[in-house]
């Protein structure tokens, strides 16, 4: 190979290592990338927060009850909904009441109406015709206060605000008062109900503003007693209390099913993550597989370098010689 070849060839060589080493750095860059994005990846997996399963213990809940006798306008069965202390060592009591007490229950007398007639006397007498049968209507004076105040109390002041009520029996014997407005006032076609007197369970709020709870070595209720704030006249003595424990079906089933919609969605996190990991180092792979290459590359053209030098140099040596 002549000088000038030799010289051609050297830098030829040359700029290719050059571009090698130039394409080597760009792989290097590009590696250093995907470190990044998949270190980012990885701190976003840690940052997820991991769904935890419902523990059963967490889902009893204390219930306290107390029963009160002869004790005029508290008996009944009582439970406990909630409490807190006063600022004065008492506590306010929020309880459900659950008691037997005469109401007043309505009834809707569908296709029905009421007839009169008059005696000689003028004196008018009122017959109910039901699906069920006619009854006579009967005035009643004796209890009429009495079941006025029950359907009021029951219903609410002003539902009947007559003097007197009709009354009759049914075939079953069960006595249904009707107020006087709507027997004596009937027109055709006008809608009519009674009322009969019940003996029903009744559940109804009380609360107890100034109450004393006694508590046991387990910081649970043992006994309560109360008093009215506003005159300290006591309401109730000390009474013993029931303690249950109560597990909340309802609040664990919904909390089991709020976990598993969580981890359904944490697993598909994590699944994204993982998949956009995965594509990120195969593409980490190519581009070691391609620097690879280029380190292979780049050694066999030093060595080509090295070979050429060596073949210019002796061609620089033997022209020396000849001028010399």
Same mark, same amino acid.
């Given at each position: 190979?002549?000088?000038?070849?030799?010289?051609?060839?050297?830098?030829?060589?040359? %700029?290719?290592?050059?571009?090698?080493?130039?394409?080597?750095?760009? !792989?290097?860059?590009?590696?250093? %990338?995907?470190?990044?994005?998949?270190?980012?990846?990885?701190?976003?997996?840690?940052?997820?927060?991991?769904?935890?399963?419902?523990?059963?213990?967490?889902?009893?809940?204390?219930?306290?009850?107390?029963?009160?006798?002869? =004790?005029?306008?508290?008996?009944?069965?009582?439970?406990?909904?909630?409490?807190?202390?006063?600022?004065?060592?008492?506590?306010?009591?929020?309880?459900?009441?659950?008691?037997?007490?005469? !109401?007043?229950?309505?009834?809707?007398?569908?296709?029905?109406?009421?007839?009169? +007639? +008059?005696?000689?006397?003028?004196?008018?007498?009122? +017959?109910?015709?039901?699906?069920?049968?006619?009854?006579?209507?009967?005035?009643?004076?004796?209890?009429?206060?009495?079941?006025?105040?029950?359907?009021?109390? =029951?219903?609410?002041?002003?539902?009947?605000?007559?003097?007197?009520?009709?009354?009759?029996?049914?075939?079953?014997?069960?006595?249904?008062?009707?107020?006087?407005?709507?027997?004596?006032?009937?027109?055709?076609?006008?809608?009519?109900?009674?009322?009969?007197?019940?003996?029903?369970?009744? +559940?109804?709020?009380?609360?107890?503003?100034?109450?004393?709870?006694?508590?046991?070595?387990?910081?649970?209720?043992?006994?309560?007693?109360?008093?009215?704030?506003?005159?300290?006249?006591?309401?109730?003595?000390?009474?013993?209390?029931? =303690?249950?424990? !109560?597990?909340?079906?309802?609040?664990?089933?919904?909390?089991?099913?709020?976990?598993?919609?969580?981890?359904?969605?944490?697993?598909?996190?994590?699944?994204?993550?993982?998949?956009?990991?995965?594509?990120?180092?195969?593409?980490?792979?190519?581009?070691?597989?391609?620097?690879?290459?280029?380190?292979?590359?780049?050694?066999?053209?030093?060595?080509?370098?090295?070979? !050429?030098?060596?073949?210019?140099?002796?061609?620089?040596?033997?022209?020396?010689?000849?001028?010399?």
């Amino acid at each position: 190979m002549g000088l000038a070849a030799s010289q051609a060839r050297f830098l030829g060589i040359t %700029a290719r290592k050059s571009n090698i080493e130039y394409e080597g750095q760009q !792989v290097n860059q590009q590696r250093t %990338a995907l470190a990044e994005e998949v270190n980012a990846l990885y701190n976003k997996l840690l940052s997820l927060e991991v769904p935890v399963a419902p523990d059963t213990t967490e889902f009893y809940e204390t219930n306290y009850s107390f029963s009160l006798d002869n =004790t005029e306008g508290y008996d009944g069965d009582y439970l406990v909904k909630s409490y807190y202390q006063n600022d004065d060592g008492t506590y306010y009591l929020n309880t459900e009441r659950t008691y037997n007490k005469n !109401v007043a229950v309505g009834t809707v007398l569908a296709n029905s109406n009421i007839t009169s +007639t +008059t005696d000689s006397e003028g004196k008018k007498t009122y +017959t109910l015709n039901t699906p069920d049968g006619s009854f006579a209507l009967t005035a009643n004076a004796q209890n009429s206060k009495s079941m006025i105040a029950l359907i009021n109390s =029951t219903y609410g002041e002003g539902t009947v605000t007559d003097e007197s009520l009709y009354y009759y029996q049914d075939a079953d014997g069960v006595t249904h008062y009707m107020s006087a407005s709507q027997v004596e006032g009937y027109t055709e076609g006008g809608s009519l109900s009674s009322y009969i007197s019940s003996n029903s369970e009744v +559940t109804e709020t009380v609360i107890f503003e100034s109450a004393n709870i006694v508590f046991d070595a387990n910081n649970r209720f043992q006994s309560i007693s109360a008093t009215d704030p506003n005159t300290g006249a006591t309401l109730f003595n000390s009474t013993e209390v029931d =303690t249950t424990r !109560v597990y909340d079906t309802e609040g664990y089933d919904a909390a089991l099913r709020d976990y598993t919609m969580s981890k359904d969605e944490y697993d598909k996190q994590v699944a994204d993550l993982n998949a956009q990991t995965e594509s990120l180092q195969q593409e980490d792979k190519v581009l070691e597989l391609r620097l690879n290459q280029i380190d292979t590359e780049q050694n066999e053209l030093q060595t080509e370098l090295e070979a !050429v030098k060596a073949v210019l140099d002796k061609n620089i040596e033997n022209t020396f010689n000849t001028f010399s």
